[in-house]
């Protein structure tokens, strides 16, 4: 058997190689039609050799058996609408992913067909005067569903519509139409009963900071207790703000009203308002009608003064900013107070916060962190890193309190300072590996407290 195929190898090389038919057939004694037959298998062989071909196994090792291939295919058959996970859930546990069994449809040519039959005529298309008609009924019954709508049309204009249809024509129509929204209107009765607070934004930075104007307005009289133009406005900047309008304005105002921010949202301005005793009051989220009388403001500031100051500049429009105060609070009729400026309303206030407390009120804006113990050689963990407090406090607990000028740390036995970390707000937005290997505090030996002072509302 190998000298017979060795005979026929050597005799399709020959010819191959371009030796004459008839000396290969006298040479190696294969007739002309096997001779040809050999030369037509070899290069079927040659060219099914040459092709790319998978490295993969030619079955899957892990391909399901017989029996689960079978039970899929029945369920399938039997349920053509159902989805892979649909087929899983009626199998048992050890049932095939949802991808193999849409694999399995696919290599068995078992389609999914669609739940809903397909249509045996065409759409209606209503007529432009089919539809202005239907409209027309709808604006005359707007207190109507959907599917009452449906049947009052097809019974007294003789006209048949799905409920489906009713609704997206009455969506169209309520799209176009205006709405009256009846607001509702609110004043206090006495000036800094209320103070409105926001940010408005007005360019942002390469850095991907932002420039805002922070302001703070009375309600009753629609002046301006504090404005400031600031990049990226934090909780700290929020109370200094605040900090200096009362003491511009002699007051404590009973109620704060604000947004969501993160500017006006934390625990350092939380503490000074709870310290204060100011209500602390924030609006509702993705509704900015609640503090509609400041936003409305903005818009006039947008108009008065920084569409008129163009281009921007930061220190220029700083120098400028308490002229447009003074005359927007001294010279500037509101709607609102018919036509009067807003000092009329300012001048009515017959209290004043009494001075103790205004030179005090960097003391209220406090808020407690908690307790820490001091390791054998005086350090303590603050935001990942070693902070120093002193070998004799070792093995001792300390309180740290956030203060408007940094981290306060003191005992716990007597409430006395040991010292502060005056930029530990700096740190806080830092990342760790930007911080640097230890915190040092700023020495102080003083006592103090709390203070807490009742305001009535």
Known sequence: MEDKQQRRFKAVLALLKGEPVSMVIVQFGICRSDLYKFRRRALTAMWEALCDSSRGPNVSQNRICKEKEEQIKSLCERHPTLSSYQIRERMSLDSPSPRTI???????????????????????????????????????RTHLGALRLSWDVTNILKISISASTTLRWRREINRFAAVKVNWQFYERKHPHSLWHGDVLKLWYLPNGKYVGQMTFMDDYSRGYVACELVINPTTLFTVRCLIEAMRQRHVIPKAILVDNGSEFKGFLLKGFCENLGIRLIHIRPYHPQTNGKLERAFRDDRRDFYSLRKPWFLESLKRELPDYVYYRNYQRGHWALNGSPAITRLREQNWMALPSVLNRLEDYARYELGEKSVNVLGYTQLLGKPLYIGERYRGKKVKCFGTVNGLEIQKVENGSVIGTLPNYYVYRQLRNSERPKKFVLRRFGEVRHSPRIAVAL
């Open 102 to 140: 849409q694999r399995l449809r696919q290599r068995l040519g078992l389609p999914r067909l669609p739940k809903r039959a397909p249509p045996q005529s065409p759409a209606k298309q209503f007529s432009s005067e089919e539809k202005r008609r239907v409209q027309q009924f709808m604006q005359s």
